[in-house]
């Protein structure tokens, strides 16, 4: 049986365990360290005289409390899940994947090993995907009719990314512009291409925001 020290004098002390309490002192301690107020300790019981104590390990709590919060967060996930749509969620799974591991832009030429994801091409990129992740929470948190608009935000962050990728691409016809005319016209193909990461991004984030909108309009309504 667990149960947790309520008081502590230095010399003898109370537990309070499954809704009872036992007095002890320091001769049944079996623990490294001294006994504290808040500490969990586990009870060694014959009947109902306490036998002996010691300390559960900070780890050990630690480990628990990280399964209990797992646990939580399975349990939460699935009533967004729920809440949200399983299409919607599979949706925002996608694009997790897709803007953090999936090429946005591919090199060619020299640069043909060159893979640049969604994430990597917008400044604090990795950051506005989490954020933008996490927005599928938002409804079932913020209960107004504004709410569903907050699944727009993948959409913005592959805007974000989409002007990014315009501004490489304008950047070096400007340059080669530039040496065209100091040169004259020679063959400058593009340095990058758009790679399927961008496709899908498109299409993923296009749905979600289509999705909220909807949602949104028909709450209005």
């Known amino acids: 049986m667990r149960g947790t020290i309520i008081a502590w004098n230095g010399e003898s002390g109370t537990i309070a365990a499954a809704e009872q309490r036992f007095e002890f002192d320091i001769k049944l301690w079996q623990g490294n360290v001294a006994p504290k107020p808040d500490m969990t300790v586990l009870l060694s019981l014959?009947?109902?005289?306490?036998?002996?104590?010691?300390p559960v390990a900070e780890?050990?709590?630690a480990?628990?409390?990280?399964?209990?919060?797992g646990t939580q967060g399975v349990a939460l996930a699935k009533i967004i899940g729920q809440d949200i749509g399983k299409d919607v969620a599979i949706a925002y799974g996608v694009f997790a994947i897709v803007a953090l591991f999936l090429p946005f832009l591919s090199g060619n030429g020299f640069l043909a090993a060159q893979k640049i994801t969604l994430a990597e091409i917008v400044s604090a990129g990795v950051l506005l995907v989490l954020l933008a992740s996490a927005s599928i929470?938002?409804?079932?948190?913020?209960k107004h009719k504004l709410a569903p608009l907050a699944l727009c935000a993948p959409l913005l962050v592959t805007l974000l990314a989409d002007i990014q990728a315009y501004r490489v691409f304008s950047s070096f016809n400007a340059g080669m512009d530039q040496l065209a005319n100091a040169l004259g016209e020679f063959s400058r193909p593009s340095p990058f291409s758009l790679s399927l990461g961008f496709y899908l991004a498109q299409l993923v984030a296009g749905y979600i925001a289509?999705?909220?909108v909807t949602r949104y309009l028909k709450n209005k309504a």
């Open 46 to 54: 014959d009947g109902n005289t306490l036998t002996g104590l010691a």
């Open 59 to 61: 780890g050990e709590l």
């Open 63 to 69: 480990k628990e409390k990280m399964a209990q919060l």
């Open 137 to 142: 929470a938002v409804p079932h948190f913020w």
């Open 210 to 212: 289509y999705r909220g």
